[in-house]
């Protein structure tokens, strides 16, 4: 009997027929755990190949047969940099390339309400002051940079084109092209080069030891007064106490952050009183969307499929490189 751990909090009956349908005809027996349940999911993964999870304190649980660990969430660096986490060292390790169109439509919202003045008319609001108008902008012939060309970032780029936006360039570790909504793609290592021109930065990077502090202060500096920074990555991407100053100085118009370090972020820290600035808890690509959840786990399955016949999963990540 070959065996599959699903410990999961936002499976449906449906999905989980569906992991079943496919499992059982591919010869595999899957076992569905909540995540209350995490004792019982320790003790069935001791006979399992395969774990389809989001939980670090499992996969530490698991035996050196553990053959696979599909993880649910696309961010996967707290399994690339403590390869201590599997007790089998070939593991295979996939990640969930499917919160593309649920981030997109979080990160067009806040540019919107950036662009539109929102925080300051909601300001006015919460003073019950009926505010003079305020100049605006709109996504229409404005120019984009998106830091991470892959599902989120090119999700995010489909969007803004069909909005009108004059100028979006991607940025990538290669530099080669990624998709027709990208008007240019360049290597990351012409940042530098970019940002002066960038009246809106999007950041959409995983965790890796090169996109740490990417955006420090001096690149802060770099961007164009009155540009906005809307990060949807990984906190650890931007040195915050510069951000914080150029918000409150003026320098920059506005930014959003759905990702920050700490999180859960402290209620004395002073990101809590930047001006202009979206603070989201971290929720623009969870599993709240229905869509999202679908997606995730057609995702399993296909892959599913490719690991019974051998072939290679399309979701695999290189755990050296970090996604």
Not at 211 to 216: F, G, K, P, S
Request: glycine letters at 8%; hydrophobic letters at 40%; one cysteine or more.
């Amino acid at each position: 009997m070959r065996k599959i751990c699903v410990y999961l909090e936002f499976l449906t009956e449906a999905h989980k027929a569906q992991i079943r349908d496919t499992a059982e005809a591919l010869g595999f027996v899957p076992c569905f755990f909540d995540l209350d349940q995490f004792e019982e999911a320790k003790a069935c993964l001791q006979d399992c190949e395969i774990l389809y999870a989001h939980s670090p304190d499992l996969l530490r649980e698991a035996p050196a047969s553990l053959n696979w660990y599909c993880c649910s969430y696309a961010g996967v660096d707290p399994y690339c940099k403590d390869p201590s986490v599997f007790a089998n060292p070939g593991c295979l390790l996939t990640n969930s390339n499917c919160y593309g169109v649920t981030i997109a439509e979080h990160v067009v919202m806040v540019v919107l309400m950036l662009l539109r003045k929102l925080p300051e008319y909601l300001e006015m609001a919460r003073d019950r002051v009926w505010g003079p108008e305020t100049p605006v902008r709109s996504i229409r012939d404005n120019r984009f940079t998106i830091l991470g060309t892959g599902d989120i970032g090119g999700n995010i780029a489909q969007r803004l084109q069909g909005m009108g936006a004059a100028q979006i360039i991607g940025l990538n570790r290669s530099g080669r092209a990624a998709g027709d909504a990208f008007h240019q793609v360049l290597p990351i290592q012409r940042l530098d080069e970019v940002l002066p021109q960038t009246e809106n930065l999007i950041m959409a990077l995983p965790r890796t030891a090169e996109t740490d502090r990417i955006l420090n202060r001096a690149r802060i500096s770099l961007l164009p007064r009155g540009a906005c920074v809307v990060n949807v990555g990984r906190g650890t991407a931007i040195e915050q106490e510069p951000l914080i100053e150029a918000l409150n100085a003026g320098a920059l118009s506005g930014a959003a952050l759905d990702v920050k370090d700490p999180e859960p972020l402290p209620p004395d820290h002073p990101l809590w009183s930047a001006k202009n600035l979206i603070l989201t808890p971290h929720v623009s690509g969870n599993m709240t969307l229905g869509y999202t959840c679908d997606l995730n786990v057609e995702m399993f399955c296909a892959d599913l499929k490719n690991y019974a016949r051998g072939l290679p999963l399309v979701q695999r990540v290189d755990r050296t490189r970090g996604y």
